[in-house]
Structure formats: structure tokens, C-alpha cells
């Protein structure tokens, strides 16, 4: 009767039946518990296949800081996700889901600034990274306590990318590729409930599997998927109490694990550091030098590269371990089987006070006194046929027609330039 008033004194105003859409962040706590997939064994021998037996409903998401271009399209990547996957729930970092919440027409999810807790384990079914090398780092940190990380599918929008093959402008197929993997031929099902913990109306039309138009991917065409290895790695004193400060980590003598490399270096200390090496429980040498890293074959293209080492394939099961400007021209690069324990011992000669400690580049603020011991040892993946655990699962692309020069091989050639010669770009 309001409206029929304002019509006929022609006073020009819209008639709104519905409210305006929330804008909220909510508690990660409310989502149902993650799904593990499984990894099979693929008819090329190398990579595994991703196969769930459900669609994922919990999708994290790590962008990379301070870039206004990957912000814009973490946006629009959310908002293809909100409305061509309904059932899916998205998680984001608290610092991201604050800046962007409210450009969006949908409740996300974050974990609190403040909790240390091991939450995101327990609920993220699948991760995926919008940056550079730097950021799938620092997604796979999140998970240092973790035995089962998430899959891992990255895009590369940073300054190097050599561990992302995606480009963003493939990010529909990329991610449906994911989704549906395990979705056998014909099978529109089954269709997801929802958790009883989530707030506000029930969804509309069907969920999951069955709400994805076109064919599925087949039992057969999981998305490929490159386990890397990753070391666990502790912190000792000199009476053999563990103490890596890691915020998640509450066990006692287990390590913590990294993707890429353990540093120990002098720092700010003009001295060289002087490191007792132990391999396999037998002494190898007593250091003189900068520092020493200890790297996975995913790591061997970081800074060990930069330090002299060698450039191993992530297939290959070794553990690399790179002296920094050593004191001896006779102490080289080494590569060792993945299952031989390292052990590094700050030697009482040390004139230093301490070194310092990183894990995948982040420094762990507690430093490495005389007498202390870091410990590095390996993590077993597989448990049998078919059975894994551990491990980084990366999503890798399929490689088709003239696309088949990208991959590890091509990450050499267009990324580290790779034996190009002087003077061409």
C-alpha cells in the first residue's frame, strides 16, 4: 500500500523485499573436518594421481602480501569458486579475510591472529597459493607439524615461480581439474550434507559433484600430483632436550618439517663458525665456514644453488648438504641417500656466540649456542602401494602439444636461464 502511495505523488524510490547481504568472517571452527584423499600410482612411474573419495568442501587460500594484483585476483577467484562450487567453504589467512571480506557477497573463514592451535590440519581439505616461490613456502610452514599436508595447487604471480607451473589465467580449469578428480565417468554424486555446526539457510539445489555441469574426469585422469619430500629437522641443547620454537609444534624430540632447506650461519658475527658434521652417526668433519644448509631436491634450486650446490630433480631421493665459504677448498657440496641422519654441532672452539637458525628462510629467533645440536632426518612418505603420507602434494599441469617443454625442465631453461649463453636474455 506504501509503494501505491509513492506511485500515484510520483515521488521516484525503489521497493527493496530483501536485506542488504552480511559481510562476516567466520570462525574456522564451525566447518566440518577435512577429507584425505588418496595418491595412486600413475602408468608414467612418476607422478601420483589425486583421488578423492568426495568433493573437497574446505578450500584454503595464502596469497602473496603487499601486491595489489594478486589481491584483485584472489577476488575473483573466490567469487568463481562461491558460484560455480556451492558447497565449497573458503578459508582465508586473518589478515587477508580483513582486507577483502567486504567486497565479497559471502561469509569466509579464518583462523584468529592469535590461536595456536593446529586447526587449519583439521579442517583445510586443499591449498592453494597465489604468488611466488616464497608464498607456496610459506603455506607449507603452516603445515610444519603436520603428517598429512593438504594438496598444494599454486599459481605463479611472483618474482620466480619455479615451484608453480600454473599460470592464473588458466585458474577455471586448473582448480575444476582438481575438484573432480576421483569423480568417476557417470557419477553426479554423492551429493554433500551440511555440517551441522555451519550457520545460516540451507543451500539451494544440489552440492558437490552433482552441481558441476559438463564430464567429470574419469577415474583414470586424476589430476597429477609431485609428492616433494620434505626433512624434519630439531633443535637440541647440549643435554639433548628439544627446543624448536615452532608455534603449533607441542611434542617433545619430533622435529618440525620444511620443504626446502635448514641454514645455520654466523650471522652478524664476524667470525667464521666452527661445526662439528656427523652422517649417519659417524663424524665427517669438523666445518670452518659461513654456514651450512641442508636441503631437500625441491630446495637444491634455492640457496643451496647460490652456495655452490649441485641441482637435483624432485624425484630423486637425496638430501643435500652445501657449505657456505668454507675455510677449506676440500670441503664440497654433498648428496646423500634421503634416509642418511645429519647432525650439527656447534664446536666449542666457536669464537661466535652463537649461529643463527632458519627454516625455509624464516629465521627462528633462538639461535644455536655451543654445544647444541641441530638434527636432520628423513620423512618416510610412502607406507605401501598406493599408500602415502607425508610429503608435500604439489599439483602439477598436464602437459600437452606444445606445452610439453614446461615442467622441471623448462623451470631450468626459462626461469635459472639454464646454460643460455653470455649476453642473451
Known sequence: MLCTLLRTTRI??????????RHEIKDIGSLPGRLLPKYHESCDGELLSLQWHAPPRNIFLVRKDCAPAVTDSLVEFVSHISSTYPSISVILESKTAAEVHSSLPFPVYAVPPDDKSTVLHDKVDLTVTLGGDGTILHAASLFATCSNVPPVLSFSMGTLGFLSEWKFSEYKRAFREVYMSGAGAGDRTPVLEKPPAAEGPEPEGPTGWSSVRGKSMG????????????????????????????RTKSDKGQGVYVMNELLIHRGKEPHLAVVDVFVGGRFLTEAVADGIIISTPTGSTAYSLSSGGSIVHPLVPSILLTPICARSLSFRPLVLPSSTPITLRLNEKNRGRELEVSLDGVNLGQGMGVGMEVRVWNEEMRHGKNEWQGGVPSVMRRSVGCEAHEGWVGGLNGLLKFNHPFGEQ
Do not use: H
Request: with cysteine; glycine share 8%; hydrophobic share 35%.
Open 12 to 21: 521516484p524510490l525503489r521497493c527493496f523485499s530483501t536485506s542488504a547481504t
Open 219 to 246: 577415474s583414470t585422469r586424476g589430476a597429477r600430483i609431485l609428492m616433494r619430500n620434505r626433512l624434519k629437522v630439531g633443535l637440541f641443547t647440549a643435554d639433548g632436550i628439544e627446543t624448536t620454537p615452532i
